[in-house]
């Protein structure tokens, strides 16, 4: 059982005719032009959410010369990564002197080939345990590193969102820390192994890790800037029915009747209606 929308009269299973017979409405199309209208701005509602968002992206990357710099030097990390981060030089019996530069794509392709029974079983000896939990450390922190880095990259899209500023600032600070524990954690490994193999082995840092970390002070020293300076957001002005978004929100949430919103959209469309006549007539 159902009511008429307009004159409230129950309605029968007889009742299966399109119009109401108490009052005749057509029942299917009776208020469809009303919640056309809703529909129309709820999407339009939407819209605004939506370009606010565009406008906050826009902002993150050209707002200003200083968003522009971010970018760049959120790159420069990255480049400094495929600079030689250490070097290990090993010789033995039968086996010539080599040294070997060890940058990103090195440890990329050792800890894809690594065979992780071996690196367990070194784990466990007596005599390079230590040494290998560092050097193990050491790759694990300063894959980590690279994979904040790559995260702070792609959080500049909400750069300019309510928690940008401190999720940037969170991201480079780990960034920093896991990457001066890798110098740290290396240096534990190559003194544990040069202690037991003095003749055949030994270690040093490379300028890569310093240029990775001087990278990572200039990007953390331009977000600290642009959290104390601010970034300005250009927003376009959006409408909701001919009424300026922030306005429709305001009334929404105070609970203004629907037939009151209604009637200030119409004055607001009329009114855009008319100056888009005068600037017509004036041309």
Request: glycine letters at 8%; one cysteine or more; hydrophobic letters at 45%.
């Amino acid at each position: 059982m159902a009511n008429c929308p307009k004159c409230g009269r129950k309605l029968g299973l007889k009742d299966w005719k399109p119009n109401c017979p108490g009052c005749g409405v057509n029942l299917v199309y009776y208020g469809m032009e009303e919640r056309l209208l809703d529909e129309a701005d709820i999407a339009e509602a939407e819209s605004a959410k939506l370009q606010k968002r565009i406008d906050r992206l826009k902002a993150s990357f050209i707002g200003s010369p200083f968003t522009i710099a971010r970018i760049v030097l959120s790159l420069l990390p990255i480049a400094a990564l495929m600079i030689p981060l250490c070097s290990v030089t090993y010789s033995g019996p039968f086996i010539e002197q080599t040294t070997s530069n060890i940058n990103a794509i090195e440890i990329y392709n050792f800890v894809s080939s690594l065979n992780f029974d071996s690196l367990l079983t070194m784990l466990g000896s007596n005599l390079l345990g230590n040494a290998f939990i560092g050097l193990a450390g050491s790759l694990v922190a300063i894959l980590l590193s690279a994979v904040f880095v790559l995260v702070s990259l792609f959080a500049l899209m909400a750069a300019c969102g309510p928690k940008g500023n401190s999720r940037n600032l969170t991201l480079n600070s780990i960034s920093i820390v896991l990457a001066v524990a890798s110098i740290f954690l290396f240096n534990m490994f190559s003194n544990g192994v040069a202690a037991v193999f003095p003749d055949f082995f030994s270690g040093k840092i490379g300028a890569g890790i310093f240029v990775y970390l001087a990278a990572l002070a200039l990007l953390l020293g331009i977000n600290i800037f642009l959290t104390i300076k601010g970034t300005e957001v250009k927003y376009k002005q959006c409408y909701v029915g001919g009424i300026p978004y922030e306005e429709y929100v305001e009334l929404v949430n105070k609970g203004t009747p629907k037939e009151e919103i209604r009637a200030m959209m119409t004055v607001a469309l009329e009114k855009k209606e008319a100056e888009k006549t005068e600037k017509a007539e004036a041309k």
